[in-house]
């Protein structure tokens, strides 16, 4: 019998200075049963470096040609696919024919080593954009079943926040859409 995904619930305020984006955003998570709960947290994050009223959740690890989120326009044309962690070159090859944009957060001990080794591959897609987050682990640890979040974004200073812990970050970007 094949284990179910667990349902979290997320209540998520954002204050994009950065991008002059303001809203709060009410999220129902569906959890892998393979996912951590930092890789499902990087998506709250992703989600919320991007918010938008359009932007939605994708199966992710259970549909392999679907991305963890993904903003499409009213025709279905996918606007921005957004990966986090460290997906396959090949798939960020093919997003980047499919989406006008295409962004991806890797972390983790593996995120140097999977840039070093995919930077000149990837560098045919002009519309992909790399970041490295750091902190993943303590981004993790905000995981509860409902959650009361904020992220505050200004002049690329992240924090990311519940009720009882702040994490600061400042992520880096490396490769930015051409």
Not at 81 to 97: H, M, N, Q, T
Not at 154 to 160: D, I, L, S
């Amino acid at each position: 019998m094949a284990l179910k995904a667990t349902i979290f619930k997320a209540s998520l305020q954002v204050s994009d200075m950065d991008r002059n984006y303001y809203g709060e955003h009410s999220l129902t998570l569906a959890r892998h049963p393979s996912e951590t709960d930092e890789r499902m947290m990087m998506r709250v994050l992703a989600f919320a470096l991007n918010a938008h009223e359009h932007l939605a959740f994708g199966k992710g690890l259970s549909d392999t040609d679907e991305p963890d989120l993904w903003q499409k326009d009213l025709t279905g044309q996918i606007l921005h696919w957004i990966d986090v962690g460290l997906p396959d070159e090949k798939r960020l090859i093919r997003a980047s024919g499919r989406a006008d944009r295409v962004t991806v957060y890797a972390y983790g001990r593996g995120a140097d080593l999977w840039w070093e080794t995919n930077a000149e591959r990837l560098g045919r897609a002009k519309n992909l954009t790399v970041w490295r987050v750091p902190s993943s682990e303590s981004v993790g640890k905000l995981a509860e079943r409902a959650m009361q979040l904020q992220c505050t974004v200004q002049e690329g200073q992240v924090w990311f926040s519940n009720a009882t812990a702040t994490i600061q970050m400042e992520m880096a970007e490396l490769r930015a859409e051409k």
